[in-house]
Every structure is written in structure tokens, then in C-alpha cells.
Nanobody, 120 residues
Framework: QVQLVESGGGLVQAGGSLRLSCAASGSIFSINAMGWYRQAPGKQRELVATITRSGNTNYADSVKGRFTISRDNAKNAVYLQMNSLEPEDKAVYSC??????????????WGQGTQVTVSS
């Protein structure tokens, strides 16, 4: 199986920065798209940013210009640099990976989530 482990969440003041990391391990042939999603209390989970294996990125309008997604294919890792954080960014952030297995199968996996809290 595959495990995604996130790190880097925490408490930061408005205007501050955080960097989230997510590393995948296990039965992986390759990882296709990777992404970050977030869920605030009482709200549905929403896409924050995605990145293809070749590096093409996509961002939610609410984070464009403030967040940057990147990945290291050799480490099966994805990162989210979050700058100019706002109280509205408070949520549980989870990473997602579209994994291709050695047997030809393909499965999406989720991390356990990491809390990001932004104080005003």
C-alpha cells in the first residue's frame, strides 16, 4: 500500500508564512498528479493547488499569488509554500497523490491532514 505523511502545519499570525510537506512511500511505480486540498470547519473540502508530474500547476483563485506548489519526483514529495496567510486560510490541509502501481493499477491516496491556523 501507499502512505502519505504531511508535515509543516501550525499556528501563524496573519501575513506570515508556512511550508507544508507531503511524502509518499510504499508500493509506488510513479506518481501522476499531486495536490493540496483544505477543509475549514463547517465547509466542504476544496482544492488549493495541483501539480502534474511534469510540473504544470493549477491554483484556486483564493490562493493565487500567495501559495506555490512544487514537487520532487525523486522523493515522491509535494510541497506547498504559503505566504501572506489570512485568517480565511485556516483549515485542515491534506495532500493527494494519484499513484500508479507496479501491477498497472492506479489509485488516489490521501494524507491524514495537517492543521493550519492563522491568527488575526
Amino acid at each position: 500500500q501507499v502512505q502519505l505523511v504531511e508535515s509543516g502545519g501550525g499556528l501563524v499570525q496573519a501575513g506570515g508564512s508556512l511550508r507544508l510537506s507531503c511524502a509518499a512511500s510504499g508500493s509506488i511505480f510513479s506518481i501522476n498528479a499531486m495536490g493540496w486540498y483544505r477543509q475549514a470547519p463547517g465547509k466542504q473540502r476544496e482544492l488549493v493547488a495541483t501539480i502534474t508530474r511534469s510540473g504544470n500547476t493549477n491554483y484556486a483563485d483564493s490562493v493565487k499569488g500567495r501559495f506555490t506548489i512544487s514537487r520532487d519526483n525523486a522523493k515522491n514529495a509535494v510541497y506547498l509554500q504559503m505566504n501572506s496567510l489570512e485568517p480565511e486560510d485556516k483549515a485542515v490541509y491534506s495532500c493527494n497523490a494519484d499513484v500508479s502501481h507496479w501491477n498497472g493499477g492506479r489509485t488516489p491516496y490521501w494524507g491524514q491532514g495537517t492543521q493550519v491556523t492563522v491568527s488575526s
